[in-house]
Nanobody
Framework: QVRLVESGGGLVQAGGSLRLSCAVS??????MGWYRQAPGQQRELTAT???????NYADSVKGRFTISIDNAKNTVYLQMNSLKPEDTAVYFC?????????WGQGTQVTVSS
Protein backbone atom coordinates (compact mmCIF):
# COMPACT_ATOMS: atom_id res chain seq x y z
CA GLN A 1 0.00 0.00 0.00
CA VAL A 2 1.32 3.42 -0.98
CA ARG A 3 0.33 6.34 1.24
CA LEU A 4 0.04 9.81 -0.24
CA VAL A 5 -0.37 12.94 1.87
CA GLU A 6 -1.20 16.22 0.15
CA SER A 7 -0.71 19.66 1.64
CA GLY A 8 -0.55 23.29 0.59
CA GLY A 9 -4.11 24.02 -0.42
CA GLY A 10 -5.98 27.09 0.72
CA LEU A 11 -7.80 30.25 -0.26
CA VAL A 12 -6.12 32.66 -2.67
CA GLN A 13 -7.21 35.60 -4.79
CA ALA A 14 -7.29 35.36 -8.56
CA GLY A 15 -3.83 35.94 -9.97
CA GLY A 16 -2.18 34.50 -6.89
CA SER A 17 -0.04 31.40 -6.41
CA LEU A 18 -0.04 28.24 -4.34
CA ARG A 19 2.30 25.27 -4.11
CA LEU A 20 0.88 21.85 -3.40
CA SER A 21 3.00 19.04 -2.00
CA CYS A 22 2.44 15.29 -2.09
CA ALA A 23 4.53 13.19 0.27
CA VAL A 24 4.81 9.57 -0.87
CA SER A 25 5.48 6.75 1.60
CA UNK A 26 7.71 4.79 -0.79
CA UNK A 27 10.41 5.46 -3.32
CA UNK A 28 8.76 6.75 -6.45
CA UNK A 29 8.98 4.29 -9.30
CA UNK A 30 5.73 5.32 -10.93
CA UNK A 31 3.92 7.99 -12.82
CA MET A 32 2.86 10.66 -10.34
CA GLY A 33 -0.07 12.88 -11.11
CA TRP A 34 -2.16 15.72 -9.82
CA TYR A 35 -5.87 15.55 -10.57
CA ARG A 36 -8.64 17.91 -9.57
CA GLN A 37 -12.34 17.68 -9.00
CA ALA A 38 -14.64 20.67 -8.90
CA PRO A 39 -18.10 20.45 -7.31
CA GLY A 40 -20.46 18.50 -9.54
CA GLN A 41 -17.67 17.69 -11.99
CA GLN A 42 -15.68 14.60 -12.79
CA ARG A 43 -12.12 14.24 -11.58
CA GLU A 44 -9.76 15.44 -14.30
CA LEU A 45 -6.09 15.22 -15.03
CA THR A 46 -4.07 18.32 -14.23
CA ALA A 47 -0.46 17.22 -14.65
CA THR A 48 1.73 14.12 -14.52
CA UNK A 49 5.43 13.47 -14.11
CA UNK A 50 7.68 10.44 -14.28
CA UNK A 51 10.67 9.70 -12.06
CA UNK A 52 12.87 10.88 -14.92
CA UNK A 53 11.04 14.21 -14.97
CA UNK A 54 8.97 13.83 -18.12
CA UNK A 55 5.87 15.98 -17.70
CA ASN A 56 2.41 16.28 -19.20
CA TYR A 57 -0.18 19.00 -18.60
CA ALA A 58 -3.84 19.61 -19.24
CA ASP A 59 -4.33 22.39 -21.78
CA SER A 60 -6.17 24.46 -19.18
CA VAL A 61 -3.09 24.77 -16.95
CA LYS A 62 -0.21 24.85 -19.46
CA GLY A 63 2.03 27.83 -18.87
CA ARG A 64 0.59 28.44 -15.38
CA PHE A 65 1.21 25.22 -13.44
CA THR A 66 4.47 23.35 -13.00
CA ILE A 67 4.78 19.81 -11.68
CA SER A 68 8.09 18.68 -10.22
CA ILE A 69 9.52 15.74 -8.34
CA ASP A 70 12.13 15.42 -5.61
CA ASN A 71 13.13 11.77 -5.65
CA ALA A 72 15.37 12.17 -2.60
CA LYS A 73 12.39 13.35 -0.55
CA ASN A 74 9.77 11.15 -2.25
CA THR A 75 7.72 14.27 -2.83
CA VAL A 76 5.88 15.69 -5.80
CA TYR A 77 4.96 19.36 -6.11
CA LEU A 78 2.49 21.38 -8.10
CA GLN A 79 3.37 25.05 -8.40
CA MET A 80 0.25 26.95 -9.43
CA ASN A 81 0.62 30.52 -10.68
CA SER A 82 -1.85 32.98 -12.18
CA LEU A 83 -4.68 31.15 -10.49
CA LYS A 84 -8.20 31.62 -11.80
CA PRO A 85 -11.57 31.06 -10.10
CA GLU A 86 -12.12 28.10 -12.41
CA ASP A 87 -9.09 26.42 -10.80
CA THR A 88 -11.17 26.01 -7.63
CA ALA A 89 -11.34 22.29 -6.84
CA VAL A 90 -10.12 19.54 -4.58
CA TYR A 91 -6.68 18.52 -5.81
CA PHE A 92 -5.68 14.88 -5.50
CA CYS A 93 -2.26 13.28 -5.77
CA UNK A 94 -2.06 9.97 -7.65
CA UNK A 95 0.57 7.22 -7.74
CA UNK A 96 0.33 4.81 -10.68
CA UNK A 97 2.69 1.95 -11.43
CA UNK A 98 2.35 -1.32 -13.30
CA UNK A 99 1.24 -3.00 -10.08
CA UNK A 100 -0.87 -0.59 -8.14
CA UNK A 101 -2.49 2.80 -7.99
CA UNK A 102 -3.17 4.96 -5.00
CA TRP A 103 -4.84 8.29 -4.24
CA GLY A 104 -4.31 10.88 -1.56
CA GLN A 105 -7.12 12.36 0.48
CA GLY A 106 -7.16 15.62 -1.45
CA THR A 107 -6.51 19.25 -0.60
CA GLN A 108 -8.94 22.08 -1.25
CA VAL A 109 -7.90 25.00 -3.45
CA THR A 110 -10.27 27.95 -3.59
CA VAL A 111 -9.61 30.92 -5.85
CA SER A 112 -11.69 34.01 -5.22
CA SER A 113 -12.45 36.56 -7.92
Amino acid sequence: QVRLVESGGGLVQAGGSLRLSCAVSVNIYAIMGWYRQAPGQQRELTATITRAGVTNYADSVKGRFTISIDNAKNTVYLQMNSLKPEDTAVYFCNYRSAFLASWGQGTQVTVSS
